[in-house]
């Protein structure tokens, strides 16, 4: 059975790096036809896509925070990351991480991680 | 304010049916698959439907999806307590190229 889990600091300065890993487990990172995606929430909102990523680096990224944001994956670790340059408190949600099944017109997540709050605050 | 659109809350009693619509245009829902979440606070978010109306494995049938044109819809039957939670929409975005979330629909059972 896949399992995903988030794991990075829980408070991040503004203009400081916003940085998480996904760890998988289960099944290789490598295998299959899947992307690995981030999707976060803020508080009282909904969900917003990140980005997503093949493990050879095939990426794509929300245009609206594609200047802001890398996603790389480390396949002997299993583990693939996001690097986000927090521009401050919009930047505050709980983030998860997920498989990418079916790239483009048959995209979904499943299963995801069970997400983990980051905090932009000075 | 989301490209697809949900209603932001419906409600009905145990063991009645609701429908959750999410409307979008032709670059999204009208030329791809929608995916339907269900998500309970402080929990991760579970695939219901994919493919516009698929159920993956282990989900109930009293989940369904159904798309029409630009818009699709999730229904679900015997309400129960266990089934408030948010329900998202989501599909590809062709222009875009990016996955889109509905802003979610909140599930009350009276």
């Known amino acids: 059975q896949l399992q995903l889990q988030e794991s990075g600091p829980g408070l991040v300065k503004p203009s400081e790096t916003l940085s998480l890993t996904c760890t998988v487990s289960g099944g290789s990172i490598s295998s299959g036809s899947y992307y690995w995606g981030w999707i976060r929430q803020p508080p009282g909102k909904g969900l917003e896509w990140i980005g997503s990523m093949y493990y050879s680096g095939n990426t794509y990224y929300n245009a609206s925070l594609k200047s802001r944001v890398i996603i790389s994956v480390d396949t002997s670790k299993n583990q693939f990351s996001l690097k986000l340059n927090s521009e401050g408190a919009a930047d505050t949600a709980v983030y998860y991480c997920?498989?990418?099944?079916?790239?483009?017109?048959?995209?979904?997540?499943?299963?995801w991680g069970q997400g983990t709050l980051v905090t932009v605050s000075s | 304010q989301s490209v697809l659109t949900q209603p932001p809350s419906v409600s009905a009693a145990p063991g009645q049916k609701v429908t959750i619509s999410c409307s979008g245009s032709s670059s999204n829902i009208g030329n791809n698959y929608v995916s339907w979440y269900q998500h309970l606070p402080g929990t991760a978010p579970k695939l219901l439907i994919y493919?516009?109306?698929k159920r993956p494995s282990g989900i109930p049938d009293r989940f369904s999806g159904s798309k029409s044109g630009t818009s699709a819809t999730l229904g679900i039957t015997g309400l129960q307590t266990g089934d408030e939670a948010d329900y998202y929409c989501?599909?590809?975005?062709?222009?875009?190229?990016?996955?889109?979330f509905g802003g979610g629909t909140k599930v009350t059972v009276l």
């Open positions: 997920a498989r990418h099944l079916g790239f483009y017109s048959s995209s979904r997540f499943d299963p």
């Open positions: 989501g599909t590809w975005d062709s222009s875009l190229s990016a996955m889109l």
């Open positions: 493919d516009s109306n």
